[in-house]
């Protein structure tokens, strides 16, 4: 039971265009979404989160909109740059846990000069 | 500061042995998590501790896996019996846990592979 999905496995995109990288999720306790990357032999790098409250959060060239109603998020990266190609993680929680994170299964993101 | 850290970086074994995954995490983080990513997947859930106590184990595959923290800080993951589906990449993670909105910071993972 996949509680949080990519269903994007790889994306590729042009230097200085628009990344849409894209998740959805079933579990509507969930009430806080983070945005993980990860380059080969490293572990993931925390980038950005949101809260349910909120439907826009922006940090620099990354912002992460929620849809609620629609259980989607998704990661917007403006101007996407060669150093942005890495694996990119969706991942959730419920204030009510332990904090542990549910993730998705991935989306590799491949930015071409 | 120093990161989390993880090892050993990489452990091939033999199906039946046992072994040891260490983590170091941040100084001063009192939340810990274990996490196991599959080829091809996004890393699971394995054990969370709050200190030396794991506040949630519901992870953990099966009685095979156990996890220690004994004073708060390192901590090891055991695996007894190794199988072949145990490979997977163990990762750990902390965080300072003042609320569940903190941000957990991963170590770079050790690499198990069970032959």
């Known amino acids: 039971d996949q509680q949080v999905k990519q269903n994007s496995p790889s994306l590729s995109v042009q230097e200085g265009r628009i990344s849409i990288l894209n998740c959805d999720y079933t579990?509507?306790?969930?009430?806080?979404f983070l945005w993980y990357k990860k380059y080969p032999a490293e572990g993931p790098t925390f980038l950005i989160s949101i809260s349910s409250i909120k439907d826009k959060n922006e940090d620099g060239r990354f912002t992460v909109f929620l849809n609620k109603s629609a259980k989607h998020l998704s990661l917007h990266i403006v101007p996407s740059q060669p150093g942005d190609s890495a694996v990119y993680f969706c991942?959730?929680?419920?204030?009510?846990?332990?904090?542990?994170?549910?993730f998705g299964q991935g989306t590799t993101l491949q930015v071409k000069p | 500061g120093a990161g989390v850290s993880q090892t050993p970086s990489n452990k091939v074994t033999e199906k039946g042995k046992y072994v040891e995954l260490r983590c170091d995490p941040i100084s001063g983080h009192t939340a810990l998590y274990w996490y196991r990513q599959s080829l091809g997947q996004g890393p699971e859930f394995l054990i969370y501790f709050q200190g030396t106590g794991a506040a949630d184990d519901s992870g953990l595959p099966n009685d095979r896996f156990f996890a220690v923290r004994p004073e708060g800080s390192v901590s090891t993951l055991k695996i007894q019996r190794t199988e072949r589906g145990d490979s997977a990449v163990y990762l750990c993670a902390s965080s300072s846990r003042t609320g569940y909105t903190d941000t957990q910071y991963f170590g770079p993972g050790t690499r198990l592979t069970v032959l």
């Open positions: 579990n509507s306790m969930f009430d806080y």
């Open positions: 991942a959730a929680s419920e204030a009510s846990n332990t904090g542990k994170l549910i």
